[in-house]
């Protein structure tokens, strides 16, 4: 269908599904990735990968040979040389290489989005410690200290309660070895999330605003259609759009959003690839956040983003312990439930609190939806105590 070979920088969950998608439609994926098991290459077991870091030169230089279009499944890569490699017609790089860095810096990327008149939570840059006591005084407690690099998974957030933890706080996120910016705590009542898809003709849509709960920083279930009002869905909807336009390239984008208490939206981050409130999408959509990222970065024509069932939820299997065993326990319970899918991504490790696999719940009304999601959450629940 189109002859072309895409290179994906990182071999992950979110790279294992989009070879899913790729090989459905016969399109050529070669993955780089340091591990030789990672979860993309498993599945294409007969193809030739690349093993080495996607932050290093050569073996992205290696890839792009490989490839007619590189993509990434994870922002933390070398944005440099894809700008290179894109500056010399080496092969084409989607999303742009300067979308990538932007996106990289939470503080440049909220620098951006305000400069937009996008709506973010007021931050404020921590070179020093005494920058820490002068956002402290500024914003006052709790406050949200976040790394402005490398962060994912609530890893680089530290949440200051008193000013008794500000060394710990310190400490914890590595003493400025990684530079750290101050945000305001936003008492939200809800977390919304929007995939925005967009086509490298220029094409926008987006996927139907879902709802995602965190437990300590990391993505737990998600529901769509969120529970909030038309009102607040058209402004979600807008202001994720709006977003990314202000961003160079094609393909998938997550868009993560506080609701507050009283209507307002702020935009919490980007992430420039399929996202984890995007996984949903494989179900329950006409077309996959995955299928719909290809198509987008080669300029395919883009596929519907509606739901096609009334309510869907994606709760994600996190590590229990090192015990792969345990933590799948509640996927073999939930295994007798109606309109349940489980994805597991084939990753060796398990430890605490890594995204081991998830689990999609499709029904027939919301209210149905909440049953059968219960006792999934129950097993989740009882094997975390
Ligand atoms: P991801 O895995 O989504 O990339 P991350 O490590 O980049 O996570 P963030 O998205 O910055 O981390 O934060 C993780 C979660 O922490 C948010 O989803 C939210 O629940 C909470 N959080 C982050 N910033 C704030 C804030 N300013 N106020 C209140 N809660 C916040
Ligand atoms: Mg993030
Ligand atoms: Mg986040």
């Given at each position: 269908m189109d002859p072309r070979t895409i290179g994906v920088l990182g071999g992950g969950q979110l790279g294992r599904m989009l070879v899913e998608a790729a090989s459905r439609l016969n399109i050529k994926i070669v993955i780089l990735d340091t591990s030789s098991n990672a979860p993309a290459k498993q599945i294409q077991a007969t193809q030739t990968h690349i093993h080495g870091d996607f932050k290093d030169p050569y073996k992205i230089k290696e890839l792009a040979k490989?490839?007619?279009?590189?993509?990434?499944?994870?922002?933390?890569?070398?944005?440099?040389?894809?700008?290179?490699?894109?500056?010399?017609?080496?092969?084409l790089v989607h999303p742009s290489p300067s979308t990538i860095r932007l996106i990289q810096n939470k503080f440049s990327q909220k620098t951006h989005l305000s400069k937009h008149n996008i709506p973010v939570v007021n931050f404020i840059d921590v070179p020093t410690k005494d920058d820490l006591l002068i956002a402290i005084e500024k914003f006052g407690y709790p406050l949200m200290l976040k790394s402005k690099t490398l962060a994912y998974d609530g890893r680089g957030n530290y949440l200051l309660r008193t000013e008794d933890e500000i060394s710990n706080a310190l400490e914890s996120l590595g003493n400025f070895k990684t530079p750290l910016y101050a945000e305001r705590w936003a008492s939200f009542t809800k977390e919304l999330a929007v995939m925005v898809v967009r086509r490298a003709n220029g094409e926008v849509?987006?996927?139907p605003v879902v709802e995602t709960v965190q437990k300590e920083n990391i993505c737990h279930l998600v529901i769509v259609p969120a529970q909030v009002n038309d009102l607040i869905l058209e402004k979600a909807k807008t202001i994720a759009e709006n977003a990314i336009l202000t961003l160079d390239g094609a393909g998938v984008f997550g868009v993560e959003m506080f609701l507050m208490n009283d209507g307002h939206i702020y935009v919490n981050e980007i992430a420039p690839r399929p996202h984890n409130s995007g996984h949903y999408t494989i179900e329950a959509c006409e077309t996959s956040q995955y299928e719909n990222h290809i198509r987008c970065i080669l300029d395919l024509p883009l596929g519907s983003t509606a739901l096609k069932v009334p309510a869907a939820a994606m709760i994600n299997v996190l590590g229990k312990s090192d015990d792969l065993q345990e933590t799948l326990r509640p996927c073999a319970e939930s295994l007798s439930i109606p309109g349940v899918t489980i994805h597991l991504y084939g990753k060796q490790d398990c430890r605490k609190g890594r995204k081991m696999g998830h689990i999609t719940v499709v029904s027939d009304s919301i209210s149905r939806l909440f049953l059968r999601i219960k006792p999934i959450l129950e097993a989740i629940n009882e094997n975390e105590s």
């Amino acid at each position: 269908m189109d002859p072309r070979t895409i290179g994906v920088l990182g071999g992950g969950q979110l790279g294992r599904m989009l070879v899913e998608a790729a090989s459905r439609l016969n399109i050529k994926i070669v993955i780089l990735d340091t591990s030789s098991n990672a979860p993309a290459k498993q599945i294409q077991a007969t193809q030739t990968h690349i093993h080495g870091d996607f932050k290093d030169p050569y073996k992205i230089k290696e890839l792009a040979k490989a490839a007619d279009i590189l993509t990434i499944e994870i922002e933390h890569v070398n944005a440099d040389i894809l700008e290179t490699l894109m500056n010399e017609n080496a092969v084409l790089v989607h999303p742009s290489p300067s979308t990538i860095r932007l996106i990289q810096n939470k503080f440049s990327q909220k620098t951006h989005l305000s400069k937009h008149n996008i709506p973010v939570v007021n931050f404020i840059d921590v070179p020093t410690k005494d920058d820490l006591l002068i956002a402290i005084e500024k914003f006052g407690y709790p406050l949200m200290l976040k790394s402005k690099t490398l962060a994912y998974d609530g890893r680089g957030n530290y949440l200051l309660r008193t000013e008794d933890e500000i060394s710990n706080a310190l400490e914890s996120l590595g003493n400025f070895k990684t530079p750290l910016y101050a945000e305001r705590w936003a008492s939200f009542t809800k977390e919304l999330a929007v995939m925005v898809v967009r086509r490298a003709n220029g094409e926008v849509k987006s996927y139907p605003v879902v709802e995602t709960v965190q437990k300590e920083n990391i993505c737990h279930l998600v529901i769509v259609p969120a529970q909030v009002n038309d009102l607040i869905l058209e402004k979600a909807k807008t202001i994720a759009e709006n977003a990314i336009l202000t961003l160079d390239g094609a393909g998938v984008f997550g868009v993560e959003m506080f609701l507050m208490n009283d209507g307002h939206i702020y935009v919490n981050e980007i992430a420039p690839r399929p996202h984890n409130s995007g996984h949903y999408t494989i179900e329950a959509c006409e077309t996959s956040q995955y299928e719909n990222h290809i198509r987008c970065i080669l300029d395919l024509p883009l596929g519907s983003t509606a739901l096609k069932v009334p309510a869907a939820a994606m709760i994600n299997v996190l590590g229990k312990s090192d015990d792969l065993q345990e933590t799948l326990r509640p996927c073999a319970e939930s295994l007798s439930i109606p309109g349940v899918t489980i994805h597991l991504y084939g990753k060796q490790d398990c430890r605490k609190g890594r995204k081991m696999g998830h689990i999609t719940v499709v029904s027939d009304s919301i209210s149905r939806l909440f049953l059968r999601i219960k006792p999934i959450l129950e097993a989740i629940n009882e094997n975390e105590s």
